[in-house]
Nanobody
């Protein structure tokens, strides 16, 4: 089992940047593919992007591609989501997930961190 804690959310103006972190504890972090998800008010949770166990491959939703970057530091058991050129429609609670298979099918979830982008 793994425990996940997100941090780094906040309020930012449109066009700005934020970097989210997701710290893991428990079972070996490098055993998990990692994903980032978000849920806006009144909407379903959606996959933002993911990274494989080694960090050699990343995947992004079309809505964030070229603006968001996912990376991981297995030595520090942490995955990151760098968000640039933020838009009001990026406002959501952002969650990280740990998967024993593929990034968009997590077995474990964090509790989320709020990101609000003002226009």
């Amino acid at each position: 089992q793994v425990q996940l804690v997100e941090s780094g959310g906040g309020l930012v103006q449109a066009g700005g940047s934020l970097r989210l972190s997701c710290a893991a504890s428990g079972r070996t972090f490098s055993s998990y593919a990692m994903g980032w998800f978000r849920q806006a008010p009144g909407k379903e949770r959606e996959f933002v992007g993911g990274i494989n166990r080694s960090g050699s491959s990343t995947y992004y939703a079309s809505s964030v591609k070229d603006r968001f970057t996912i990376s991981r530091d297995n030595a520090k058991s942490t995955v990151f989501l760098q968000m640039n050129s933020l838009k009001p429609e990026d406002t959501a609670v952002y969650y990280c997930g740990a998967s024993l298979t593929i990034p968009n099918l997590p077995n474990y979830w964090g509790r989320g961190t709020q990101v609000t982008v003002s226009s």
